[in-house]
């Protein structure tokens, strides 16, 4: 079975300053790896993942995250974050080779203040 | 872009009542999940469900639910005898049979309030 921790549930930052959210999966299979965000009353989107190849994945909006196997990490960072970046952001994880479900994690308020 | 449409968006029902909520997969998807999320908690797996059979689900979901795939473009969960700790948001999935795409496309979510 696969898990997902987000230490921080809540991230407040000033617009235009760079932001990092963290995310640490446990797995004893190897993984693929998701960030989903949600905006306020809407559903879940994907934001980006990472699959195979390159351990830095961009999303088109930005934000990019990178995948660290021995330090099961997948966290997602931004340099410059925006008011509409304002949203929860879910790591999430799931094993290769199947379609078994998706693990979230508990989700990161991201609140950006002007 | 195609996408995954959930009705209804917004549904009350009292306890002890019977609840439909309904989801059109993406049309070329073979693979459905069902997910709930409780107010201010995180996103909780309830069913996967592939060729017409319940493929895997956890312990939440337990006898007062079922899925069904009535016809070639529908995915139904039912919630036989709601509780008030049934009051959640509900989010229905898909996923492309390309296995190397392996990502789920969630609808909008359909928020069951049990008064």
């Known amino acids: 079975a696969q898990s997902v921790t987000q230490l921080d549930s809540q991230v407040p930052v000033f617009e235009e300053a760079p932001v990092e959210l963290r995310c640490n999966y446990s797995?004893?299979?190897?993984?693929?790896l998701f960030w989903y965000v949600q905006y306020p009353n809407q559903g879940l989107q994907l934001l980006l993942k990472?699959?195979?190849?390159?351990?830095l994945v961009e999303s088109i909006n930005g934000f990019e995250a990178e995948f660290n196997k021995s330090q099961t990490s997948f966290h997602l960072r931004k340099p410059s974050v925006h008011i509409s970046d304002t949203a929860e952001y879910f790591c999430?994880?799931?094993?290769?080779?199947?379609?078994?479900?998706?693990?979230f994690g508990t989700g990161t308020k991201l609140q950006v203040i002007p | 872009e195609p996408e995954v449409t959930q009705t209804p968006s917004h549904q009350v029902t009292q306890m002890g009542q019977e609840v439909i909520l309904r989801c059109v997969p993406i049309?070329?998807?073979?693979?459905f999940y069902w997910y709930r999320q409780i107010l201010g908690q995180k996103v909780e797996f309830l069913v996967s469900?592939?060729?017409?059979?319940?493929?895997?689900k956890s312990e939440i979901f337990d006898d007062q639910f079922s899925v069904e795939r009535p016809d070639g473009s529908n995915f139904t969960l039912k919630i036989r005898s709601t509780k008030l700790e049934d009051s959640a948001m509900y989010f229905c999935?898909?996923?492309?049979?390309?296995?190397?795409?392996?990502?789920?496309?969630f609808g909008a979510g359909s928020r069951l309030t049990v008064l």
């Open positions: 999935a898909s996923r492309e049979t390309d296995i190397s795409a392996n990502v789920l496309t």
């Open positions: 999430a994880v799931t094993a290769r080779g199947g379609y078994q479900k998706v693990t």
């Open positions: 049309s070329n998807h073979l693979y």
């Open positions: 469900f592939y060729n017409n059979e319940i493929s895997e």
């Open positions: 797995s004893s299979v190897s993984v693929y």
């Open positions: 990472y699959l195979s190849g390159s351990t």
